[in-house]
């Protein structure tokens, strides 16, 4: 699935607009083959991100709860669930840069494969994908015409 910082690279890099740079990004990955699109589907750096978004509000919030129902009994489940946001909004905002630099990745091999500066990670995993070795299940698409 295409990402916010996938367009937000192509915007950044040649100055067009949301809807054109999204279309042009998923355009360069068909462009590519749909091995490309296996790639960025099998991706799992939003997960990473997200899980650790929710194990680090899940922290503060064990902290802040201990804290808070030995020193403000009533106040417990107010400051708990704020606490779970602050540290959920903290971690996420942390994992903005990886999930970005992975994201950037993708486009940047897109638009070149052949560059020297690459390494086998790509086209590694490709063969894995195309050997059956990896299991990749695929990101379900809404269909472009829905039936009437």
């Excluded at 899980?51 to 708990?80: K, N, P």
Aim: hydrophobic letters at 45%; proline letters at 5%.
């Amino acid at each position: 699935m295409i990402s916010w910082f996938q367009i937000g690279n192509v915007i950044a890099a040649y100055g067009k607009g949301f809807v054109k740079a999204s279309q042009d990004t998923w355009e360069l990955f068909e462009k590519r083959g749909k091995e490309m699109e296996a790639i960025v589907d099998s991706d799992i750096t939003s997960a990473i991100c997200f899980l650790a978004g929710v194990c680090s509000g899940s922290m503060c919030t064990i902290v802040v709860a201990a804290w808070t129902f030995s020193v403000h009994e009533g106040f417990t489940a107010t400051l708990s669930l704020l606490a779970f946001f602050v540290g959920y909004l903290m971690a996420r905002i942390a994992m903005a840069l990886p999930h970005a630099c992975v994201s950037c990745y993708y486009v940047c091999y897109a638009e070149n494969p052949d560059n020297r500066l690459f390494d086998k990670t790509i086209p590694d995993r490709l063969n894995l994908i195309k050997s059956g070795r990896d299991v990749v299940v695929p990101t379900p698409r809404v269909p472009r015409h829905l039936p009437a």
